[in-house]
């Protein structure tokens, strides 16, 4: 009886106990619930939050760059005396425009959308998108004009750019201005006198998808400040109403979007469960059994619920850790095996300042700290893993309290090395050159400018501007792989000759620069230069092909040209300039008298390209004998120049400035259409030569250059000859072969012109299909002082007869000479006194008199 007294009492004593229980398990379920949810939300709130910070950053950086870019380049041309002259009063708009000084190629090439010179009284010159306007440039500007001059005028150093935003038709755009002043050594210039240089750089669509691709950012665009969004990474233009945005990818919303669904269905279906678990407990409260199976569920879903929390920790990139207060690591989670490669057994115990490290900040003091602010806190620290690879993280911390005391600390550490890698990697390709990795333009600015900091109490500094000859034949030939292996090849022994105290760096294309520190005496300078030129010339070998290059070298001295970067820079280029007139591979210093050569040759270049326009070229002709000196085979065609202020030239005064900056192209299928045009009204089937420039080989289509004309003219193939020189070979062996069997193919005669003066003339007879060959005049005027020269010239003779070959000397000036000639049974003779060269009009008589078996009429010497 007091057994079923007991029973019935049972269920009645353990209902509210089970109740109570059950109560405890939901309040646990929600709060672990709530924490694994907190826990996400924080994780994905921080990585959306170092999404932003980071695409503002290199938005800003991307912006900061073009800025600093368009500064340097209104720079060069504003500090120039040539356009202070020709702009700071009345612009010369030929000299601007029609010559493209300050024309259309800053559009089209450099991408100014506008280009404005002002004074405090009106706009004097504008361009708008490559085309000159007449007007104001404030109607298209909404920047002030006059605050604008101030700025500029205002300035302790009239050379500084100044920078602004603006609005240029409305829309943004980046406005870089300078002072025109001349940087020659004339008195200093009243700086209210002077003119401003304006260039606008409109922020479109194309350039900004540039910048997105360039600085990593995604859909660089702009939008009004009213329209920007809340949390929205946004760079302002400021005075413009625009600020520059970048799309975020947004990597915390992702994570969540990824792990909340499967997250949430899970958590539903446990609730369901646990709710049908609750009702089956209470109706069944009454029996132990019933109340014990429930509190085993409610135990099972507790531990289910922490299991996915322990997931959803485990899923990120972080690793936790606890040290005591002696900072001593006691607890570190699964995480911090995967990322490290170690296991957590091995730093149990040990002080966490033996496992991570900062270069900044003592750990322990940082930690320390941490305990008098009980606030959580980041430090970057660096660790080196299982494999010893150093990886950078972001470490959190904060207390571990209990009563008021610090029993230790907790925390997180966020591996963020790629991160890092990526930050430094834009940091090195906005200083650096990306094919070779050398230093470009705007490292070696902010270089010189440290450099230079103390001006004359800096070290002296030899600025050595180098350019590669005969680069740009290899590229066109054999491609940018070639043209790339090339700049590799001397960026390497560039910096072999160079100290670890002297800077190398490539300004673009195939120019370099060196900075020698501490190097001043010319003695020294030019015993580097004839190391540096043996090194550069030294055979490339590429793809089995065997390359040759050279160099010339400018080279200016701070001691000497002062302690300004740009002038430093200015100076070295016009004396390369220099080296190059001088023939190449060599070096030359800078003089002050070089700025009028420099003057000349850019103007004897703008007069060249207004002569191909104006048609100012004349052909004259020269005569080719038989060794008897009486009949002409052939006529050899010369071009002159008829200079309107300057005369009649020869080749020699602008063949060389034509060739360097690629005129020879039109200039030399001009020479062959009017050669053989002009062919056509000789009597007979008379032979023309013309000469093949080097330079004109290389970059042109020579095979569809022959054939135009020769169609065009309608001479016969037969008739036409061409003079080639030893170099055309050099350049490019298996090329040049190809070409010439070509030009083989459409029936015109190859002559060897100058032959005996290169080092391997007689392997190139072995191997081009040559007709003929030439012996160089300098053989010739020898021949009768008792030198080897005769000799010489009776091998060649005696060479070409045996290969089958035409042998022509030129040069023939004596009647002694051609005496020599006659004996050793060379086959045609040329030279002043059989004939001088003549024009068109006067060479008929003479073609006349030879068909008519009369003497020449030439100029005898």
Same mark, same amino acid.
């Given at each position: 009886?007091?057994?079923?007294?007991?029973?019935?009492?049972?269920?009645?004593?353990?209902?509210?106990?089970? /109740?109570?229980?059950?109560?405890?398990?939901?309040?646990?379920?929600?709060?672990?619930?709530?924490?694994?949810?907190?826990?996400?939300?924080?994780?994905?709130?921080? *990585?959306?939050?170092?999404?932003?910070?980071?695409?503002?950053?290199?938005?800003?950086?991307?912006? =900061?760059? /073009?800025?600093?870019?368009?500064?340097?380049?209104?720079?060069?041309?504003?500090?120039?005396?040539?356009?202070?002259?020709?702009?700071?009063?009345?612009?010369?708009?030929?000299?601007?425009?029609?010559?493209?000084?300050?024309?259309?190629?800053?559009?089209?090439?450099?991408?100014?959308?506008?280009?404005?010179?002002?004074?405090?009284?009106?706009?004097?010159?504008?361009?708008?998108?490559?085309?000159?306007?007449?007007?104001?440039?404030?109607?298209?500007?909404?920047?002030?004009?006059?605050?604008? $001059? =101030?700025?500029?005028?205002?300035?302790?150093?009239?050379?500084?750019?100044?920078?602004?935003?603006?609005?240029?038709?409305?829309?943004?755009?980046?406005?870089?201005?300078?002072?025109?002043?001349?940087?020659?050594?004339?008195?200093?210039?009243?700086?209210?006198?002077?003119?401003?240089?304006?260039?606008?750089?409109?922020?479109?669509?194309?350039?900004?998808?540039?910048?997105?691709?360039?600085?990593?950012?995604?859909?660089?665009?702009?939008?009004?400040?009213?329209?920007?969004?809340?949390?929205?990474?946004?760079?302002?233009?400021?005075?413009?109403?625009?600020?520059?945005?970048?799309?975020?990818?947004?990597?915390?919303?992702?994570?969540?979007?990824?792990?909340?669904?499967?997250?949430?269905?899970?958590?539903?279906?446990?609730?369901?469960?646990?709710?049908?678990?609750? /009702?089956?407990?209470?109706?069944?409260?009454?029996?132990?059994?019933?109340?014990?199976?429930?509190?085993?569920?409610?135990?099972?879903?507790?531990?289910?619920?922490?299991?996915?929390? /322990?997931?959803?920790?485990?899923?990120?990139?972080?690793?936790?850790?606890?040290?005591?207060?002696?900072?001593?690591?006691?607890?570190?989670?699964?995480?911090?095996?995967?990322?490290?490669?170690?296991?957590?057994? &091995?730093?149990?115990?040990?002080?966490?300042? &033996?496992?991570?490290?900062?270069?900044?900040?003592?750990?322990?003091?940082?930690?320390?700290?941490?305990?008098?602010?009980?606030?959580?806190?980041?430090?970057?620290?660096?660790?080196?893993?299982?494999?010893?690879?150093?990886?950078?993280?972001?470490?959190?911390?904060?207390?571990?309290?209990?009563?008021?005391?610090?029993?230790?600390?907790?925390?997180?550490?966020?591996?963020?090395?790629?991160?890092?890698?990526?930050?430094?990697?834009?940091?090195?390709?906005?200083?650096?050159?990306?094919?070779?990795?050398?230093?470009?333009?705007?490292?070696?600015?902010?270089?010189?400018?440290?450099?230079?900091?103390?001006?004359?109490?800096?070290?002296?500094?030899?600025?050595?501007?180098?350019? *590669?000859?005969?680069?740009?034949?290899?590229?066109?030939?054999?491609?940018?792989?070639?043209?790339?292996?090339?700049?590799?090849?001397?960026?390497?022994?560039?910096?072999?000759?160079?100290?670890?105290?002297?800077?190398?760096?490539?300004?673009?294309?195939?120019?370099?620069?060196?900075?020698?520190?501490?190097?001043?005496?010319?003695?020294?300078?030019?015993?580097?230069?004839?190391?540096? *030129?043996?090194?550069?010339?030294?055979?490339?070998?590429?793809?089995?092909?065997?390359?040759?290059?050279?160099?010339?070298?400018?080279?200016?001295?701070?001691?000497?040209?002062?302690?300004?970067?740009?002038?430093?820079?200015?100076?070295?280029? $016009?004396?390369?300039?220099?080296?190059?007139?001088?023939?190449?591979?060599?070096?030359?210093?800078?003089?002050?008298?070089?700025?009028?050569?420099?003057?000349?040759?850019? &103007?004897? =270049?703008?007069?060249?390209?207004?002569?191909?326009?104006?048609?100012?070229?004349?052909?004259?002709?020269?005569?080719?004998?038989?060794?008897?000196?009486?009949?002409?085979?052939?006529?050899?065609?010369?071009?002159?120049?008829?200079?309107?202020?300057?005369?009649?030239?020869?080749?020699?005064?602008?063949?060389?400035?034509?060739?360097?900056?690629?005129?020879?192209?039109?200039?030399?299928?001009?020479?062959?259409?009017?050669?053989?045009?002009?062919?056509?009204?000789?009597?007979?089937?008379?032979?023309?030569?013309?000469?093949?420039?080097?330079?004109?080989?290389?970059?042109?289509?020579?095979?569809?250059?022959?054939?135009?004309?020769?169609?065009?003219?309608?001479?016969?193939?037969?008739?036409?000859?061409?003079?080639?020189?030893?170099?055309?070979?050099?350049?490019?062996?298996?090329?040049?072969?190809?070409?010439?069997?070509?030009?083989?193919?459409?029936?015109?005669?190859?002559?060897?012109?100058?032959?005996?003066?290169?080092?391997?003339?007689?392997?190139?007879?072995?191997?081009?299909?040559?007709?003929?060959?030439?012996?160089?005049?300098?053989?010739?005027?020898?021949?009768?002082?008792?030198?080897?020269?005769?000799?010489?010239?009776?091998?060649?003779?005696?060479?070409?007869?045996?290969?089958?070959?035409?042998?022509?000397?030129?040069?023939?000036?004596?009647?002694?000479?051609?005496?020599?000639? $006659?004996?050793?049974?060379?086959?045609?003779?040329?030279?002043?006194?059989?004939?001088?060269?003549?024009?068109?009009?006067?060479?008929?008589?003479?073609?006349?008199?030879?068909?008519?078996?009369?003497?020449?009429?030439?100029?005898? *010497?």
């Amino acid at each position: 009886m007091d057994l079923t007294a007991i029973t019935t009492a049972a269920p009645a004593r353990h209902t509210p106990i089970t /109740r109570n229980l059950m109560l405890v398990i939901g309040l646990l379920f929600v709060v672990g619930v709530l924490i694994a949810l907190m826990a996400l939300f924080s994780i994905a709130a921080r *990585l959306d939050a170092q999404d932003l910070s980071k695409t503002t950053f290199y938005t800003q950086r991307a912006l =900061e760059n /073009r800025i600093t870019a368009s500064k340097n380049y209104i720079a060069s041309y504003a500090n120039w005396t040539t356009a202070y002259d020709h702009l700071n009063d009345k612009v010369d708009v030929q000299w601007a425009y029609v010559d493209q000084n300050v024309g259309k190629t800053l559009f089209t090439i450099d991408h100014y959308d506008g280009v404005f010179v002002i004074d405090r009284q009106r706009t004097k010159y504008a361009i708008v998108r490559g085309l000159q306007v007449q007007g104001e440039a404030t109607a298209y500007l909404s920047t002030s004009m006059a605050s604008l $001059i =101030e700025e500029v005028q205002s300035q302790e150093s009239l050379i500084e750019p100044v920078s602004r935003y603006t609005l240029f038709e409305g829309k943004p755009a980046l406005l870089t201005a300078a002072a025109i002043v001349p940087n020659d050594e004339r008195p200093a210039v009243d700086p209210k006198s002077t003119s401003v240089l304006i260039y606008v750089d409109q922020l479109n669509p194309e350039k900004l998808n540039t910048l997105s691709a360039d600085y990593g950012l995604n859909d660089l665009s702009l939008t009004a400040d009213d329209g920007i969004v809340p949390g929205q990474p946004a760079v302002a233009l400021t005075g413009t109403g625009y600020s520059l945005v970048s799309r975020l990818e947004r990597p915390g919303h992702q994570l969540l979007w990824s792990l909340l669904p499967p997250l949430g269905g899970a958590l539903l279906i446990l609730a369901l469960l646990t709710a049908y678990f609750f /009702r089956y407990v209470l109706r069944t409260s009454g029996h132990v059994d019933a109340s014990y199976t429930s509190l085993d569920l409610s135990n099972q879903a507790l531990e289910a619920s922490e299991e996915r929390f /322990r997931a959803v920790a485990e899923a990120a990139s972080d690793w936790i850790w606890e040290i005591d207060d002696q900072h001593c690591i006691t607890y570190l989670s699964g995480r911090f095996s995967t990322v490290t490669g170690f296991s957590d057994q &091995q730093w149990l115990g040990q002080n966490i300042g &033996q496992l991570l490290n900062c270069d900044t900040t003592p750990l322990s003091l940082w930690l320390n700290k941490l305990d008098e602010e009980q606030a959580v806190s980041h430090l970057r620290c660096s660790y080196r893993d299982q494999s010893g690879q150093q990886r950078v993280c972001r470490v959190s911390a904060r207390p571990i309290q209990r009563k008021g005391a610090v029993l230790g600390f907790r925390g997180t550490a966020s591996d963020i090395t790629d991160e890092v890698a990526a930050h430094a990697q834009i940091q090195h390709l906005s200083l650096h050159d990306a094919l070779t990795g050398l230093p470009n333009r705007n490292k070696l600015a902010r270089y010189l400018e440290d450099a230079l900091a103390l001006k004359e109490q800096s070290a002296a500094l030899t600025l050595l501007m180098i350019d *590669l000859d005969n680069f740009k034949p290899i590229n066109d030939s054999l491609g940018h792989p070639a043209g790339d292996a090339v700049l590799l090849e001397v960026a390497i022994r560039l910096r072999e000759c160079t100290r670890d105290i002297d800077l190398v760096a490539r300004l673009g294309g195939d120019e370099f620069v060196l900075v020698l520190h501490g190097m001043d005496s010319h003695a020294e300078i030019d015993r580097f230069c004839e190391r540096l *030129l043996d090194s550069l010339h030294q055979p490339i070998n590429y793809d089995h092909h065997t390359l040759h290059i050279g160099a010339s070298i400018g080279i200016a001295l701070s001691r000497r040209q002062g302690h300004l970067p740009e002038e430093l820079i200015r100076c070295a280029d $016009i004396a390369l300039y220099q080296a190059k007139s001088n023939g190449k591979k060599t070096w030359c210093y800078f003089a002050a008298h070089m700025n009028d050569q420099i003057q000349h040759r850019r &103007q004897l =270049e703008s007069d060249l390209r207004q002569a191909i326009k104006n048609n100012e070229f004349v052909m004259h002709y020269q005569p080719r004998y038989h060794v008897d000196g009486k009949q002409i085979v052939s006529v050899e065609a010369l071009l002159r120049w008829q200079h309107p202020v300057q005369g009649l030239l020869n080749p020699d005064a602008f063949i060389p400035l034509a060739e360097q900056t690629d005129l020879i192209v039109p200039l030399g299928r001009w020479v062959l259409r009017e050669a053989c045009e002009t062919a056509l009204t000789w009597p007979g089937a008379m032979m023309v030569s013309v000469n093949l420039s080097p330079v004109q080989f290389a970059r042109s289509d020579v095979i569809e250059d022959v054939r135009e004309a020769l169609i065009q003219s309608r001479l016969p193939a037969s008739r036409l000859e061409l003079e080639i020189t030893e170099n055309v070979m050099l350049i490019d062996v298996d090329g040049a072969l190809a070409t010439m069997n070509a030009l083989k193919e459409l029936g015109v005669r190859l002559n060897m012109d100058d032959f005996g003066t290169g080092y391997s003339s007689l392997g190139y007879l072995r191997t081009y299909p040559f007709d003929g060959i030439k012996i160089d005049k300098r053989f010739i005027a020898s021949m009768s002082n008792g030198s080897n020269d005769r000799a010489v010239v009776q091998a060649i003779i005696n060479l070409g007869k045996a290969m089958g070959l035409t042998v022509t000397a030129e040069g023939v000036e004596t009647l002694e000479q051609l005496d020599f000639l $006659i004996s050793d049974q060379c086959h045609e003779v040329q030279g002043f006194y059989l004939s001088r060269p003549v024009d068109k009009y006067a060479l008929l008589p003479l073609l006349k008199a030879s068909r008519d078996d009369f003497p020449p009429q030439g100029t005898h *010497l």
